[in-house]
Structures are given as C-alpha cells and as structure tokens.
C-alpha cells in the first residue's frame, strides 16, 4: 500500500496557530486519499494530532496562556478558579493521554519525526509550566483541584519514563516539589483518594520518599466501595456514569503496578483487581455500538473518548480478557473516534468545544473548563503499541455490538462474582 503522509490526514490543519517560532507545517496541496487507503494507525496518529498540536506547541514556545481558550461550563461554579487551574489541568490530562506513545519507538518515517517532534515540545513544555519566570508557569497551590491536576502529570511520568528520563534534574526537583505541594489538600471521599496515592506511588517510582498510609487508605477504602460485576462506587453511593474508567480502574492499575513492586502486602488485592479490570473491559467493550456511539448517561460526559480509557489502557497493557481480541477493540475504539470527533464544531479555532458530539454546552457540569475537556487524549493510550502489535496488524474484527445486531449468534453474558 502507497504510504500515505500523516499531513494529509491531518497534521498541520491548525495553521492559524502562531507558535513563534516556525513549527507550523505548510499545506499540501495534492488531494486527501481515500478512506480505505488510510489505515486505523494513520488515522489515530492524525487524530490525536490535530487534538493536542494547539496545546503542546504553545506550550513548547511559552504562549499558551496567550492563545488557550478560557471556556467554562455555563453553570460554573467558580469562573475565576476554573480558569486559573486549566493550564495545569490540560498538562497533565494531554501528556497522560500521549505518554505511551512518546514512550513508543519505531513507525514510519513521518511517525518518527512527529513523535521526535512531540517529545521536544513535551520537554519544553513541561519546563515552561515549571519555570517561575516563564510567562507560562504554573502554579499547583491554588486548591484542590490540583491535586488532581498533579495526578495526571504524576500518571503521565509513570506511562511514559523517556519523560523523565529526559527531563533536566533541576527540573525533576522542581516537578517533585510542585507535585508535593498538593499533599496540603485533603481529597474528596471518593475517586479523588486515588489522585493522593498517584502521586506517591510517582514519587515511589522514582525512588524519592513515598507515604504508604495516603496509598494504603485509598487502596483498602476503593475495595471497600466494590460493588460487584467489575465496578466500584466513586464513593459511599453509586453512580451510573464512567468514572470506573475515567479514573478508578486505569488509576488502580498504574498504583498497583509500581507499589505492588516495592511490597507483596496487596497481592490478593492486586489479583481481585486484575480480575476486575478483565470484567469491566467486556462491560465497556459491549457498550460500544454499532456505529461508535455510546449511552451518554452520568457527569462528565464531555470528556468524549476518555469513557473508554480503561479499555484502551488494557489494550495497550496487552492484557485484555480472552474473550476480547485486539483488532475488535482497535475497531471499536476507531468507530468511538470517529464519532466522537466528527461533527464540524467539535473544535473551534483548533481548540476542543464543550460536547460529546460537537458543541454542546448544556452537557457541561460545574467543574468543566477548556483544560480538562484534554482526558479525551486517552482513548489513545494503544498508540503506545508498535505498528506490528497484532491490535494495529490483525484484519479489521467485528466488535459485539456489531456481531449481534448483523445477527451472528454469538456468546450470552452474565455478572461474575469477584469480591
């Protein structure tokens, strides 16, 4: 097959951008090939391109609180604060979101030079929110919500080594200093225990001073609120939305996987916890429709793609249950994508819109601003995979959804006990 740019499937779009400093792309000018010429891959990569070129870029020349949108629910809560927390907010939700695949190694030529260039805009960047005199640093003492803003970052560090790898030491110490700084704020009785043992199983990772009691409490309390069939509650009661994939399982797992290295204390824990994850990626992967949609129930909905993080992080793992195959995800998740992001005011001025399918304000919840409508990022966590992966190489696979309703008999599904 004719090897097709990744600018012509997306890459460089966003040339109203000013980035200062040249990197815009030109437009090219031969016609955009058809769609069965371009594979999930290409797609992706372009995708989660155009989705977060506008916030690394501007980052990487220190002009992000100049171009960035100050977009806030219209039943904000505090307009003022939501606004001053997104820039730490959209860090840390775009680098999680990108970090396997910054990780990642090889690919086409082009892909290469896109990650090479994504890698120095990430070091910059980072160094840039870091730097007190950059126009922009940022702060993480401004309140809660930084807590879970670090979080990310912290989850970021941990998917993605070459990060800190390449990160200057003083810019590590100064990073391990602004994440510490939220240990000042006391999470809410729910998923938001999990943001506190993040950040210390980042600081464990790392080999810095961890506190066992703030990931031990959040551990035993989330085992405590397991109520069965691969789900959690976010807290005493439970809620039907995403949020046992927005952030209960995928956090679990990354916390598990570091401490569960530094103390076998938690391994029948970690054990019930994979067996989880296993059930909750059938549950999400038959929620997926035949056309990519998906029940828009519960807060936060606006957080597009992200609703599947957890199944997009098993993928990437590899350690998807027997009865899901990587090409059937890849499809199913690539028709999320798709719908997800193909409305023409899904983005304005190359920034995303408050929706699920384009703008739709009125989805929006109190604490939704610009910066955190960036977890969408994670539906991209299997680009971490290297193109021969079998998710990336196998022939397109029909998903559940699909094989029901075109009339395949097909396996019955029922709960499993895993208390």
């Known amino acids: 097959m004719k090897?097709?740019?990744?600018?012509?499937?997306?890459?460089?779009?966003?040339?109203?951008?000013?980035?200062?400093?040249?990197?815009?792309?030109?437009?090219?000018?031969?016609?955009?090939?058809?769609?069965?010429?371009?594979?999930?891959?290409?797609?992706?990569?372009?995708?989660?391109?155009?989705m977060v070129r506008p916030v690394m870029s501007s980052l990487a020349h220190d002009s992000l609180?100049?171009?960035?949108?100050?977009?806030?629910?219209?039943?904000?809560?505090?307009?003022?604060?939501?606004?001053?927390?997104?820039?730490?907010?959209?860090?840390?939700?775009?680098?999680?979101?990108?970090?396997?695949?910054?990780?990642?190694?090889?690919?086409?030529?082009?892909?290469v030079a896109l990650r090479n260039q994504y890698r120095q805009w990430a070091i910059q960047g980072v160094h840039h929110a870091l730097d007190s005199t950059a126009k922009d640093y940022m702060r993480f003492d401004l309140g809660g919500q930084q807590l879970v803003d670090a979080s990310f970052i912290a989850l970021a560090f941990t998917r993605a080594p070459w990060l800190w790898e390449h990160l200057s030491k003083p810019d590590r110490a100064l990073l391990i200093r602004a994440v510490k700084s939220t240990r000042q704020f006391k999470p809410g009785f729910s998923n938001w225990l999990l943001f506190s043992a993040m950040n210390e199983a980042f600081f464990a990772r790392y080999g810095y001073e961890w506190d066992p009691m703030r990931v031990d409490y959040a551990l035993q309390q989330l085992e405590q609120w397991y109520v069965g069939d691969g789900m959690y509650s976010d807290g005493p009661s439970y809620?039907?939305?995403y949020y046992n994939s927005y952030v209960i399982h995928p956090f679990l797992t990354a916390i598990t996987e570091i401490i569960g290295k530094k103390t076998n204390a938690y391994t029948s824990m970690i054990d019930k916890i994979n067996k989880r994850n296993d059930r909750y990626a059938v549950i999400q992967e038959r929620l997926i429709n035949t056309d990519g949609t998906y029940p828009a129930?519960?807060?936060?909905?606006?957080?597009?793609?992200?609703?599947?993080?957890?199944?997009?992080?098993m993928a990437w793992r590899k350690t998807l249950p027997e009865q899901l195959t990587p090409a059937q995800v890849r499809c199913a998740l690539t028709a999320v994508?798709?719908?997800?992001?193909?409305?023409?005011?899904?983005?304005?001025?190359?920034?995303?819109?408050?929706?699920?399918?384009?703008s739709q304000p009125?989805?929006?919840d109190v604490y939704n601003n610009q910066g955190s409508l960036y977890i969408a990022t994670n539906i991209?966590?299997?680009?971490?995979?290297?193109?021969?992966?079998?998710?990336?190489?196998d022939a397109p696979a029909k998903w559940s959804a699909q094989?029901?309703?075109?009339?395949?008999?097909?396996?019955?599904?029922?709960?499993?006990?895993?208390r």
């Open 65 to 111: 609180r100049i171009v960035m949108p100050t977009v806030v629910s219209k039943r904000v809560d505090n307009k003022e604060h939501r606004i001053q927390v997104q820039y730490v907010e959209v860090l840390g939700r775009v680098l999680s979101g990108i970090a396997p695949w910054l990780q990642g190694e090889g690919g086409s030529a082009e892909e």
């Open 380 to 393: 991209f966590l299997p680009l971490g995979l290297p193109a021969s992966d079998p998710f990336w190489a």
């Open 403 to 418: 094989k029901i309703w075109g009339g395949d008999d097909f396996p019955h599904d029922h709960s499993v006990n895993l």
């Open 297 to 313: 129930t519960g807060r936060s909905i606006v957080y597009r793609g992200a609703v599947f993080q957890h199944l997009a992080d």
């Open 362 to 364: 009125d989805l929006a």
């Open 3 to 50: 090897r097709i740019s990744l600018r012509l499937l997306g890459i460089g779009l966003l040339l109203g951008l000013s980035t200062g400093t040249g990197f815009a792309q030109k437009k090219k000018t031969s016609q955009k090939p058809p769609a069965s010429a371009v594979s999930d891959r290409q797609f992706w990569l372009a995708e989660m391109d155009k």
């Open 239 to 241: 809620a039907f939305d």
């Open 337 to 358: 994508i798709k719908k997800t992001l193909e409305s023409p005011s899904t983005y304005q001025n190359g920034w995303l819109t408050i929706g699920l399918h384009g």
